[in-house]
């Protein structure tokens, strides 16, 4: 079994930077694709970042320029650094973890962006 811990959302101004972490315990993972997913109230889940186990991204486009996704694997912990925050990116942001044999979701971080 693996657990995920995230950290990091809170409160920030419109304009404002946060950077939220997800750490992984438990069994080893097997080179595992890690994602960021957010949702906002009243909305779908969605896909905001993903890096896969040799490290390339990819990058909703409503987040690009402004969202980076990294992957610390000595540490088994994927960063999603969030810059020039909008109000609409307002959300609760999950990370979630896959490798061959299972995937694994966070129990979800908010971000608040106020106008």
């Known amino acids: 079994q693996v657990q995920l811990e995230e950290s990091g959302g809170g409160l920030v101004q419109a304009g404002g930077s946060l950077r939220l972490s997800c750490a992984a315990s438990g069994r080893t993972l097997g080179r595992p694709t890690m994602k960021w997913f957010r949702q906002a109230p009243g909305a779908q889940r969605e896909l905001v970042a993903t890096?896969?186990?040799?490290?390339?991204?990819t990058n909703a486009d409503s987040v690009k320029g402004r969202f980076t996704i990294s992957r610390d694997n000595a540490k088994n912990t994927v960063y999603l650094q969030m810059m020039s925050l909008k109000p609409e990116d307002t959300a609760v942001y999950y990370c979630?973890?896959?490798?061959?044999?299972?995937?694994?979701w966070g129990q979800g971080t908010q971000v608040t962006v106020s106008s």
């Open positions: 890096i896969s186990a040799g490290g390339s991204t």
């Open positions: 979630y973890v896959v490798d061959a044999l299972a995937a694994w």
